[in-house]
């Protein structure tokens, strides 16, 4: 059973084996998280700067954060409250699913901040990984706020602000005037995104489809990673490859309920063992 324990301004999690960080925080989910030669890691979110690690006896700690912090914002960011363990044994009943969770062990869904999430997966769009991270990092230098040695991620009221000229120094391309229709559909009111949790997954998905460049890929991504909607299952080339691969395209009755963890699982056992590769 998991635990929390709080001691010189550090968070130790206890019995949580099924958290692996390079897993959870290096497989597509989200974008400002790296880590250093002592395999600590560090990352904004919220606001907030923190490094974790994960210590040699399995224990995780979080260091230099508080209590009320913890609780706040990581507790519920890191899925800390899921039951994981009893997903796998659901998703196991399959025998091909059985081996993705076992291949993709400890990936968890990271519950991110809305317009943050929304405007990271805009830019993924036909983009790499190291592109990513670089627009969301000049994004964050030249429009968030400065804190201690780090930037936040840029509010929907900045950017609705600003014009495709001052978006240059991006270098987003097309994905530029997307992010700031974003902005102004949020700033509006058009797009609630606080209200989208509440909603049936396909209104979700609707209300969300709204904005400029967001399709039902960009827009399940944003529902599963900082919504709560587990069911929503984001389609990619990729992705459909491996269901298809896989599955025969239909992805098995027992995964239905947690179909974006059952999501994250094969796209990460199916990259990663070579069965996309032609």
Request: glycine share 6%; with cysteine.
């Given at each position: 059973?998991?635990?929390?324990?709080?001691?010189?301004?550090?968070?130790?999690?206890?019995?949580?084996?099924?958290?692996?960080?390079?897993h959870t925080l290096d497989c597509g989910q989200?974008?400002?998280?790296?880590?250093?030669?002592?395999?600590?890691?560090?990352?904004?979110?919220?606001?907030?700067?923190?490094?974790?690690?994960?210590?040699?006896?399995?224990?995780?700690?979080?260091?230099?954060?508080?209590?009320?912090?913890?609780y706040d914002i990581w507790f519920t960011y890191?899925?800390?409250?899921?039951?994981?363990?009893?997903?796998?044994?659901?998703?196991?009943?399959?025998?091909?699913?059985?081996?993705?969770?076992?291949?993709?062990?400890?990936?968890?869904?990271?519950?991110?901040?809305?317009?943050?999430?929304?405007?990271?997966?805009?830019?993924?769009?036909?983009?790499?990984?190291?592109?990513?991270?670089?627009?969301?990092?000049?994004?964050?230098?030249?429009?968030?706020?400065?804190?201690?040695?780090?930037?936040?991620?840029?509010?929907?009221?900045?950017?609705?602000?600003?014009?495709?000229?001052?978006?240059?120094?991006?270098?987003?391309?097309?994905?530029?005037?997307?992010?700031?229709?974003?902005?102004?559909?949020?700033?509006?009111?058009?797009?609630?995104?606080?209200?989208?949790?509440?909603?049936?997954?396909?209104?979700?998905?609707?209300?969300?489809?709204?904005?400029?460049?967001?399709?039902?890929?960009?827009?399940?991504?944003?529902?599963?990673?900082?919504?709560?909607?587990?069911?929503?299952?984001?389609?990619?080339?990729?992705?459909?490859?491996?269901?298809?691969?896989?599955?025969?395209?239909?992805?098995?009755?027992?995964?239905?309920?947690?179909?974006?963890?059952?999501?994250?699982?094969?796209?990460?056992?199916?990259r990663d063992t070579k069965l996309l590769e032609?």
């Amino acid at each position: 059973m998991k635990n929390f324990e709080f001691k010189n301004n550090n968070i130790y999690i206890y019995g949580l084996p099924d958290f692996d960080l390079p897993h959870t925080l290096d497989c597509g989910q989200a974008f400002r998280w790296s880590c250093n030669d002592k395999n600590v890691w560090s990352g904004v979110a919220y606001g907030k700067y923190l490094e974790l690690e994960k210590l040699d006896d399995g224990s995780i700690v979080l260091y230099n954060t508080t209590k009320q912090d913890f609780y706040d914002i990581w507790f519920t960011y890191f899925d800390l409250e899921r039951d994981y363990e009893s997903i796998i044994v659901k998703l196991s009943e399959n025998e091909i699913l059985k081996k993705a969770c076992e291949y993709s062990h400890g990936i968890r869904i990271l519950n991110q901040e809305p317009f943050e999430t929304l405007c990271s997966f805009i830019i993924s769009q036909n983009n790499n990984i190291k592109r990513i991270k670089g627009i969301i990092e000049r994004l964050c230098e030249n429009f968030g706020e400065y804190k201690n040695g780090y930037y936040t991620f840029p509010t929907a009221e900045k950017l609705a602000s600003l014009t495709i000229d001052d978006l240059a120094v991006l270098r987003a391309g097309f994905r530029a005037k997307y992010l700031l229709d974003a902005a102004k559909k949020v700033v509006s009111g058009e797009v609630d995104l606080n209200n989208l949790k509440n909603l049936p997954l396909d209104d979700a998905r609707t209300e969300l489809m709204k904005i400029v460049g967001v399709g039902p890929k960009v827009a399940d991504c944003c529902l599963l990673f900082s919504h709560h909607h587990t069911t929503a299952f984001p389609k990619d080339v990729w992705i459909k490859r491996a269901m298809s691969v896989l599955f025969g395209d239909e992805l098995p009755e027992n995964a239905q309920e947690y179909a974006g963890i059952a999501q994250q699982y094969i796209f990460f056992y199916a990259r990663d063992t070579k069965l996309l590769e032609d």
